[in-house]
């Protein structure tokens, strides 16, 4: 039973720079995800990892500013968050995918994954 522990989140001023991370007890081979969701709003898909690594995956709205990576000898990816705006504010979740196609619109769809962190706040101000 793999589980996953989010942390580095908090409060930030716009334009400052925040990295998440994302730790899994027990090792897996999955493809990895991050989500978010603000207040009234759907959860929604932020950034994917493949993997090994290789293949990353960003939505329209933080593409160019974000970065996800992993490092799977720690067993943890990471989301670097750069040039933060007040409506990246939500709550970032990791989650584990559970799929075995490569096709990208896997890597988007929320249902693809089965394991999900707990979530940590990110609050950007103005």
């Known amino acids: 039973q793999v589980q996953l522990v989010e942390s580095g989140g908090g409060l930030v001023q716009a334009g400052g720079s925040l990295r998440l991370s994302c730790a899994a007890s027990g090792r897996t081979s999955s493809a990895m995800g991050w989500f978010r969701q603000a207040p009234g709003k759907e959860r929604e898909f932020v950034g994917a990892?493949?993997?090994?690594?290789?293949?990353?995956y960003y939505a329209d709205s933080v593409r160019g500013r974000f970065t996800i990576s992993r490092d799977n000898a720690k067993n943890t990816v990471y989301l670097q968050m750069n040039s933060l705006k007040p409506e990246d504010t939500a709550v970032y979740y990791c989650?584990?995918?559970?799929?075995?196609?490569?096709?990208?619109?896997?890597?988007?769809?929320?249902?693809?994954?089965?394991?999900w962190g707990q979530g940590t706040q990110v609050t950007v101000s103005s």
């Open positions: 990892i493949n993997w090994s690594g290789g293949s990353t």
């Open positions: 989650a584990k995918g559970n799929f075995s196609t490569d096709l990208a619109a896997q890597y988007r769809t929320r249902t693809a994954y089965d394991v």
